[in-house]
């Protein structure tokens, strides 16, 4: 992945705070992939498979393993205030 990607990422995920409400808990969440894009993601990790990946398809692929990683960062912090909030 790209250095610059890398250390932007870092930085925002360590800027990242819990949601406040059991509200916003609950709609990360809810948050995830259209059945277009969960399509598009399987037809590219069949092209990583394949070894057959263009460098515009791989910047594709690692833009969704991006944006799949923090919203797995974000739900993680929603379950973490939904667990302190029944404690």
């Not at 705070?17 to 037809?43: D, I, N, W, Y």
């Not at 069949?46 to 515009?56: L, V």
């Amino acid at each position: 992945m790209n250095t610059t990607i890398d250390t932007c990422d870092d930085t925002i995920i360590r800027g990242l705070h819990a949601p406040k409400t059991e509200e916003v808990a609950r709609t990360f969440l809810q948050l995830g992939s259209s059945e277009e894009q969960k399509t598009r993601m399987s037809e590219l990790a069949a092209h990583a498979r394949s070894g057959e990946i263009t460098p515009k398809v791989q910047v594709e692929a690692d833009g969704y393993e991006r944006v799949s990683s923090m919203l797995g960062i974000l739900q993680s912090m929603a379950r973490m205030t939904l667990k302190q909030d029944t404690a």
